[in-house]
């Protein structure tokens, strides 16, 4: 099968979880022996650096990216706010990627042309009338119920109106694409359930994120149980969780084991949090290998109550074999089993209570652990995971 892979930033080098997401299902498509043709925005925040592609990558999916300046402009926005254009979306749009893929498809066939996100979908009336491919949305979030839980938390008086207009517009667009592809892959059951609620006739069909576990075989730690939170803090979900954990959580663990250690890492660590003197936390900002960070600890904590779609980083964590201990919220998307191969926690007082478990009875992080390692084996790894979503492509070119 011959597939056209549109990625709204570069999925090399995988470096977060939507680079991620995309570099492994392109990795799983060529290790079946499919043909993938890799076109990326590369944007200031997210450049594509072509030097830091593994040469056979480089050979096979012949990736090239075109700039598209994504940076957050007022003036910009303003004008998408009294034209109704969403500007979360338009400022994805390049005249340049649009000619390249035009120049592209009237050379090239392909059969499947695989959108990452929503935010590619603007490139979508000229694919349809260059190519005869499928057009298929991979949906890593739904869009609009991420800003709406972000625009429900915003504490601004002037930023909150704007955030919910902006959510509802993006609804409106988001479920309206729906009849304008010939398929969706939801990264998660729930998201494929709110999209079929709405009474399409597209097929979708749920393709989660996938890992080779065999990347991630890490023994767990001598010592007393750490914890610790990776992921990008520029992305505000993070950020809030947090600050929640520091300020409401960890005094509370504190008060029962003034022993204990939590290591928070990400890129574009705030300031403020960096400078904190809190006795057994320590905060970095980006570490040179997230697999080395996550197996120096033992438990991941994911505070998030704002989050949407599938949190890759558990995904990872658990592959690992490291106890995660999330919110409910944070959990969505993956088929866990609260207690057994994950901790759920939604208040302070219970987020505390679970890490202080782990403390109590240490050997507990290990063996959950161990059935979370075994969930990603069964459940969430690359290679079923392409023959699913192969299968379902397959339905979709059936005459």
């Given at each position: 099968?011959?597939?056209?892979?549109?990625?709204?930033?570069?999925?090399?080098?995988?470096?977060?979880?939507?680079?991620?997401?995309?570099?492994?299902?392109?990795?799983?498509?060529?290790?079946?022996?499919?043909?993938?043709?890799?076109?990326?925005?590369?944007?200031?925040?997210?450049?594509?650096?072509?030097?830091?592609?593994?040469?056979?990558?480089?050979?096979?999916?012949?990736?090239?990216?075109?700039?598209?300046?994504?940076?957050?402009?007022?003036?910009?926005?303003?004008?998408?706010l009294?034209?109704?254009?969403?500007?979360?979306?338009?400022?994805?749009?390049?005249?340049?990627?649009?000619?390249?893929?035009?120049?592209?498809?009237?050379k090239?066939?392909?059969?499947?042309?695989?959108?990452?996100?929503?935010?590619?979908?603007?490139?979508?009336?000229?694919?349809?009338?260059?190519?005869?491919?499928?057009?298929?949305?991979?949906?890593?979030?739904?869009?609009?119920?991420?800003?709406?839980?972000i625009?429900?938390?915003?504490?601004?008086?002037?930023?909150?109106?704007y955030?919910?207009?902006?959510?509802k517009?993006?609804?409106?667009?988001?479920?309206?694409?729906?009849?304008?592809?010939?398929?969706?892959?939801?990264?998660?059951?729930?998201?494929?359930?709110?999209?079929?609620?709405?009474?399409?006739?597209?097929?979708?069909?749920?393709?989660?994120?996938?890992?080779?576990?065999?990347?991630?075989?890490?023994?767990?730690?001598?010592?007393?149980?750490?914890?610790?939170?990776?992921?990008?803090?520029?992305?505000?979900?993070?950020?809030?969780?947090?600050?929640?954990?520091?300020?409401?959580?960890w005094?509370?663990?504190?008060?029962?084991?003034?022993?204990?250690?939590?290591n928070?890492?990400?890129?574009?660590?705030?300031?403020?949090?960096?400078?904190?003197?809190?006795?057994?936390?320590?905060?970095?900002?980006?570490?040179?290998?997230?697999?080395?960070?996550?197996?120096?600890?033992?438990?991941?904590?994911?505070?998030?109550?704002?989050?949407?779609?599938?949190?890759?980083?558990?995904?990872?964590?658990?592959?690992?074999?490291?106890c995660?201990?999330?919110?409910?919220?944070?959990?969505?998307?993956?088929?866990?089993?609260?207690?057994?191969?994950?901790?759920?926690?939604?208040?302070?007082?219970?987020?505390a209570?679970?890490?202080?478990?782990?403390?109590?009875?240490?050997?507990?992080?290990?063996?959950?652990?161990?059935?979370?390692?075994?969930?990603?084996?069964?459940?969430?790894?690359?290679e079923?995971?392409?023959?699913?979503?192969?299968?379902?492509?397959?339905?979709?070119?059936?005459?």
């Open positions: 099968m011959r597939i056209l892979q549109l990625c709204n930033k570069p999925p090399f080098p995988p470096i977060d979880g939507g680079s991620k997401a995309m570099h492994n299902l392109t990795r799983g498509l060529l290790n079946a022996g499919h043909e993938v043709k890799v076109i990326c925005i590369s944007t200031p925040k997210h450049p594509l650096i072509v030097d830091q592609v593994p040469p056979d990558m480089l050979e096979r999916t012949r990736i090239e990216g075109v700039f598209v300046d994504t940076s957050i402009n007022v003036v910009d926005a303003f004008t998408d009294l034209t109704s254009d969403n500007y979360n979306i338009s400022r994805f749009f390049s005249p340049d990627l649009d000619i390249r893929l035009i120049r592209l498809l009237s090239e066939h392909f059969d499947i042309v695989q959108l990452e996100s929503l935010f590619m979908t603007p490139y979508i009336p000229n694919i349809r009338r260059y190519s005869k491919a499928r057009i298929v949305l991979r949906s890593h979030n739904l869009e609009h119920v991420l800003q709406e839980r625009a429900t938390g915003e504490r601004h008086f002037l930023k909150k109106p955030r919910m207009f902006l959510a517009q993006l609804k409106d667009y988001e479920l309206a694409v729906l009849d304008r592809v010939d398929g969706v892959a939801a990264i998660t059951p729930a998201d494929a359930e709110h999209y079929k609620a709405h009474g399409t006739r597209t097929p979708i069909h749920t393709i989660p994120f996938g890992v080779d576990p065999a990347e991630y075989e890490e023994p767990m730690p001598d010592g007393a149980p750490t914890f610790f939170h990776l992921g990008s803090m520029d992305w505000l979900p993070n950020e809030e969780g947090v600050r929640w954990l520091v300020s409401e959580v005094p509370k663990v504190l008060a029962k084991h003034p022993e204990a250690r939590m928070l890492a990400g890129n574009k660590m705030p300031a403020g949090l960096m400078a904190l003197n809190i006795p057994g936390l320590n905060v970095q900002g980006r570490v040179k290998s997230a697999n080395e960070f996550m197996a120096r600890n033992h438990a991941m904590v994911v505070p998030l109550f704002s989050a949407g779609g599938m949190r890759v980083k558990i995904v990872e964590g658990m592959a690992m074999g490291r995660v201990i999330s919110t409910t919220m944070g959990a969505e998307g993956i088929d866990h089993t609260d207690g057994t191969d994950i901790l759920l926690a939604d208040t302070a007082e219970a987020f209570q679970r890490m202080c478990e782990l403390l109590d009875h240490p050997e507990r992080a290990a063996i959950i652990g161990k059935n979370a390692r075994a969930l990603i084996e069964r459940s969430y790894s690359d079923p995971i392409v023959r699913e979503l192969i299968a379902f492509y397959s339905t979709l070119l059936a005459p």
